[in-house]
C-alpha cells in the first residue's frame, strides 16, 4: 500500500499543483482508506517529502553509477546521457524534482546525496585539469539550464526522438565548448582578445 500511495502521489504532483491535491483524492486514486495516508505517512507534507526523496536518490544514484575516467569532459558528457536516461525513463519523478517541489539552488551546498554532486564532482575535476575555465556554479547552470530544456521538450513531445538526439548531442558538446580555457562563455570570443 505505501509504494501504491508514493506512485499514486508522484503521478498526481507531476500533473497537477501540489496544493489541488487532497488526502482524500490522493487516498480515493490509490485504492486506499485516507487513514492509510496518515498510517504510513503522518502527513500529506510527508508523503510528498517521501516522494520528493524518491526522486532525489533515484537521479543521485542513476548519475553515481556513471564511471569516473581519465578525461573529466567525456565524464560530464556522460552524466549528461545519464541525468536525460533518467529523466526519460522517469517522467513523473522528473516532474516532481524539477516542478516546484525540489527547487535547484546551485548557490547552496550540494549534499552528498545531491542528485546534482556527481556533475559538481566532474566539473572541479575539468577545472582542475583545465579542461574548463570558469566558475564551477556558472558551469553546472549552464548545463543543467540545457540538459534541462532538452529534456522537458522532449518529455513535452515537442522533439521527436531523432530531433532530441541530435539536440542533445550538439548542445551539450556546445555549452562545454562555451567553458574550454581561453573563452568567453556566451560570446564566442577568446578572453584577451580586442574587439
Not at 34 to 55: C, P, Q
Not at 186 to 191: C, P, Q, S, V
Request: charged share 20%; proline share 5%; net charge negative.
Amino acid at each position: 500500500m505505501k509504494d501504491r500511495l508514493i506512485e499514486t502521489a508522484t503521478e498526481m504532483l507531476a500533473t497537477r499543483p501540489s496544493e489541488s491535491i487532497s488526502v482524500r483524492a490522493l487516498a480515493a486514486a490509490a485504492g486506499a482508506a485516507t487513514a492509510a495516508v496518515y498510517t504510513l505517512f503522518g502527513s500529506k507534507d510527508a508523503l510528498i517529502g517521501e516522494v520528493r526523496n524518491r526522486a532525489v536518490s533515484g537521479l543521485f544514484a542513476e548519475m553515481s553509477d556513471v564511471p569516473t575516467g581519465a578525461d573529466p569532459l567525456a565524464d560530464i558528457y556522460a552524466l549528461a546521457q545519464s541525468y536525460r536516461k533518467w529523466a526519460l525513463d522517469h517522467r513523473h519523478l522528473y516532474a516532481v524534482l524539477f516542478g516546484g517541489i525540489q527547487s535547484f539552488d546551485p548557490s547552496g551546498p550540494a549534499g552528498t546525496g545531491d542528485p546534482v554532486r556527481p556533475l559538481l564532482d566532474a566539473i572541479g575535476r575539468g577545472l582542475a585539469t583545465s579542461a574548463l575555465d570558469g566558475d564551477s556554479t556558472a558551469i553546472a547552470v549552464s548545463l543543467w539550464v540545457t540538459l534541462h530544456g532538452l529534456v522537458s521538450l522532449q518529455l513535452a513531445g515537442a522533439l521527436d526522438s531523432t530531433t532530441a538526439d541530435f539536440g542533445f548531442d550538439s548542445a551539450v558538446h556546445a555549452t562545454l565548448r562555451g567553458w574550454a580555457p581561453g573563452r568567453v562563455p556566451g560570446t564566442g570570443a577568446t578572453r584577451g582578445a580586442d574587439s
